[in-house]
């Protein structure tokens, strides 16, 4: 992808006529490139991104455009070309990493603790590192319960949290059917955990055969028709 601002153009003209003030730095080399990579990826870029630049050669220290941007979007390595106001042509290669912000424990969180807002902390990370499982928002994520250890820092993956579990393994249960306006019950063994409203395997101490049902309590679950 390249993109070629007329900036480039109006700072050829203005160094080469003589007597003509030469125009202020209008940003630094890592601005230009951000806003040049930010256009070539703007059909890729989700609310919220912003582009980290990162030289690998060296820059010169006054320059009022760059041009030929090319952008490798897979891995975001660039090379562009600067004019300095001497008007000279400086290349550069370097990447530009596009970073999106989501909450990340702030501390370690063990299996079983409950998250609060006091335990997440906002930090961007390059978006190869972010998969589509990754949690983004706080409101989200706030009274769920970590079902594996949660590593500061780190993305929270959907699955690695939950609903608070109130129904353990291998507690005892009351397994109720309900058809109108009868209801049928019966002892149970869970052999699962579970949150409220979720499904889980029961074994019916009765018929000694596994069921599925809803959690309703910790002491009750419903099998629903």
Not at 57 to 78: E, H, K, W, Y
Not at 89 to 102: C, K, Q, R, T, W
């Amino acid at each position: 992808m390249r993109v070629q601002p007329l900036l480039l153009i109006l700072g050829f003209l203005l160094a080469g006529l003589p007597g003509q003030p030469r125009p202020a730095v209008a940003a630094t080399p890592e601005m230009l490139v951000a806003e040049a990579a930010e256009e070539a990826l703007a059909a890729t870029l989700e609310a919220g991104s912003e582009i980290s630049v990162h030289f690998m050669s060296q820059l010169p220290t006054q320059v009022i455009g760059l041009s030929n941007f090319a952008l490798d979007p897979r891995n975001g390595r660039f090379r562009a070309d600067f004019l300095t106001d001497e008007g000279m042509v400086e290349p550069a290669v370097g990447l530009a990493i596009v970073e999106v912000s989501l909450p990340v424990p702030a501390r370690r969180l063990d299996p079983g603790e409950i998250i609060s807002e006091e335990d997440l902390v906002s930090m961007r990370l390059p978006r190869v590192q972010v998969n589509s499982l990754a949690l983004r928002e706080v409101d989200k994520l706030v009274g769920l319960q970590a079902r594996r250890a949660l590593a500061p820092g780190r993305p929270i993956q959907e699955h690695a949290v939950g609903r608070p579990i109130v129904a353990k393994r291998g507690e005892t249960v009351n397994i109720v059917l309900r058809e109108g306006a009868i209801a049928i019950s019966a002892p149970g063994r869970l052999l699962e955990d579970g949150a409220m409203g979720e499904l889980v395997r029961v074994m019916n101490g009765i018929s000694n055969r596994t069921v599925q049902a809803y959690v309703v309590n910790a002491e009750t679950v419903e099998i629903r028709l």
